[in-house]
């Protein structure tokens, strides 16, 4: 039901916005479907090793703890990703510009906004764990209904660990720019390998 959802949604608002932007009509080009498959392939299998690999820590917590530690570990795992929320909102419009200052061979231009993207995953870093020592475990026991105060280290971890996640994300996107899905697929695969035993 989902991937029938997903095929109506997809010729409704594919279907719709298409023709506004090209003159494009969909047809059996099979072939060519099957090159797009395979250019993406990497980049499909990267982003499903990437949530797998966040994630493996939740695993391990629901292996080897009981309910009321999985119960704390996700109330303090969900604001891990404020950084890289955050930081996905500077990047995401900076996409264009590298793409572009790549395109125009601007080398100098181009790591300049690779090292903004970075002082940007700082600048919301910084504050966030200030925030988080200060107030985080409080806040997070009031909104949870759980005592959270003894893990106010594991809240400054987890948000760290979070902001890391912002620089891979700007590194994996910049390998994307430059057209290097396997440099992403081996990095992850290294990863997941390596986080493997836990």
Same mark, same amino acid.
Not at 61 to 81: C, G, I, K, Q
Not at 88 to 110: E, H, I, K, S
Not at 151 to 171: D, K, N, P, Q, S
């Given at each position: 039901?989902? %991937?029938?959802?997903?095929?109506?949604?997809?010729?409704?608002?594919?279907? @719709?916005?298409?023709? #506004?932007?090209?003159?494009?009509?969909?047809?059996?080009?099979?072939?060519?479907?099957?090159?797009?498959?395979?250019?993406?392939?990497?980049?499909?299998?990267?982003?499903?090793?990437?949530?797998?690999?966040?994630?493996?820590?939740?695993?391990?917590?629901?292996?080897?703890?009981?309910?009321?530690?999985? %119960?704390?570990?996700?109330?303090?795992?969900?604001?891990?990703?404020?950084?890289?929320?955050? #930081?996905?909102?500077?990047?995401?419009?900076?996409? @264009?510009?590298?793409?572009?200052?790549?395109?125009?061979?601007?080398?100098?231009?181009?790591?300049?906004?690779?090292?903004?993207?970075?002082?940007?995953? %700082?600048?919301?870093?910084?504050?966030?764990?200030?925030?988080?020592?200060?107030?985080?475990?409080?806040?997070? #026991?009031?909104?949870?209904?759980?005592?959270?105060?003894?893990?106010?280290?594991?809240?400054?971890?987890?948000?760290?660990?979070?902001?890391?996640? %912002?620089?891979?994300?700007?590194?994996? #996107?910049?390998?994307?720019?430059?057209?290097?899905?396997?440099?992403?697929?081996?990095?992850?695969?290294?990863? @997941?390998?390596?986080?493997?035993?836990?």
């Amino acid at each position: 039901s989902m %991937a029938l959802l997903y095929w109506l949604l997809l010729a409704a608002a594919d279907g @719709t916005l298409i023709p #506004s932007f090209a003159h494009l009509r969909l047809r059996g080009a099979f072939g060519r479907k099957r090159s797009l498959l395979l250019a993406c392939l990497p980049l499909a299998t990267n982003a499903f090793l990437f949530i797998y690999v966040n994630n493996l820590s939740r695993y391990a917590v629901d292996r080897l703890l009981d309910e009321r530690a999985m %119960a704390e570990y996700n109330a303090l795992f969900m604001p891990s990703f404020l950084v890289i929320l955050l #930081s996905g909102f500077v990047l995401r419009p900076a996409m @264009t510009m590298l793409g572009t200052q790549l395109r125009n061979g601007d080398c100098r231009g181009f790591h300049r906004q690779i090292a903004v993207q970075l002082a940007w995953v %700082a600048a919301f870093t910084v504050p966030a764990l200030v925030l988080a020592y200060a107030w985080g475990a409080p806040a997070l #026991s009031l909104l949870y209904g759980l005592d959270l105060t003894p893990h106010r280290g594991t809240l400054c971890m987890l948000i760290g660990a979070g902001a890391l996640l %912002a620089v891979y994300y700007i590194f994996q #996107s910049v390998l994307i720019i430059l057209r290097r899905p396997m440099a992403c697929l081996v990095g992850i695969l290294l990863t @997941t390998a390596a986080a493997w035993p836990a």
